[in-house]
Antibody
C-alpha cells in the first residue's frame, strides 16, 4: 500500500525559506499515471493547492504562490520536495503531500494523502 | 480560478437521518471532474467520491455523489456517529486545483 511521509522543520523564521520533503514508500514515484502535489491547510481553515510535479520534472504552481514556490523531484530517492521562500505568518499551516492518480479520462484526483506536517512561521 | 461554494456550513442531524451536502462551482466542471473528501479531526482528508459519482475503494454505499456542470451533491443516506466530520468538494478539471470551504456534519 502506497504511503507518503512529510518531513522538515516545524518552525521557520519570517523571510526565510520553508523546505519540506515527501518520501514515497510502497510504490514508485516514477509512475506515468500520477502527479505528486503539495497542499496546505492553515489552522481552522480550508485546503489550498500549492503545486504539482510529474516524475519527469514538469511542474505546475498555484498562481497565488508561483513567485515563491519551487517543487522538485528525486526519483532515485523516491522523494519530492517543496521550497517556499520569503515566508510570513500567513504561511503557517499543516502541509500535506499527496498523490493524484489518473481516472479513465486522464484527469487526476487525489487518492493518497500524507499525514501532514505542521509548519509555524515565527521569530 | 474555479471557486467552489459549499452549503450549508454546518449540518446537525440525528443518527439514521439523511444528509445532503451541496457544492456549487463558479463555472462548469468539465466531465464531472469533481471529488468529495471527508476529514475527521486531526486526520488527513480521505477520498469518498471521484468523477462526481464513483465511490472510492472501501467507501460504503451509504455515500453517493451526483450532479453535473456547476451543481453537485454528496448524500449520506443513513447517518452513523462515525460520519461526524468536515466534508470538502474538490475540482480537478482545471488549474489551479481548488477545494470548497467545507461542510461540517454534526451528529446529534
Amino acid at each position: 500500500q502506497l504511503q507518503l511521509q512529510e518531513s522538515g522543520p516545524g518552525l521557520v523564521k519570517p523571510a526565510e525559506t520553508l523546505s519540506l520533503t515527501c518520501t514515497v514508500s510502497g510504490g514508485s514515484i516514477s509512475t506515468p499515471s500520477c502527479y505528486w502535489d503539495w497542499f496546505r491547510q492553515p489552522p481552522g481553515e480550508g485546503l489550498e493547492w500549492i503545486g504539482s510535479i510529474y516524475y519527469s520534472g514538469s511542474t505546475y504552481y498555484n498562481p497565488s504562490l508561483t513567485s515563491r514556490v519551487t517543487i522538485s523531484v528525486d526519483t532515485s530517492k523516491n522523494q519530492f520536495s517543496l521550497r517556499l521562500s520569503s515566508v510570513t505568518a500567513a504561511d503557517t499551516a499543516l502541509y500535506y503531500c499527496v498523490r493524484r492518480t489518473e481516472d479513465t479520462n486522464h484527469h487526476h484526483y487525489i487518492d493518497v494523502w500524507g499525514k501532514g506536517t505542521k509548519v509555524a512561521v515565527s521569530s | 480560478e474555479i471557486v467552489l461554494t459549499q452549503s450549508p456550513g454546518t449540518l446537525s442531524l440525528s443518527p439514521g437521518e439523511r444528509a445532503t451536502l451541496s457544492c456549487r462551482a463558479s463555472q462548469s466542471v468539465n466531465a464531472n471532474y469533481l471529488a468529495w473528501y471527508r476529514q475527521k479531526p486531526a486526520q488527513a482528508p480521505r477520498l469518498l467520491i471521484y468523477g462526481a459519482s464513483s465511490r472510492a475503494t472501501g467507501i460504503p454505499d451509504r455515500y453517493s455523489g451526483s450532479g453535473s456542470g456547476t451543481d453537485f451533491t454528496l448524500t449520506i443516506s443513513r447517518l452513523e456517529p462515525e460520519d461526524c466530520a468536515v466534508y470538502y468538494c474538490f475540482q480537478y478539471t482545471a488549474l489551479p486545483l481548488t477545494f470548497g470551504g467545507g461542510t461540517k456534519v454534526e451528529i446529534k
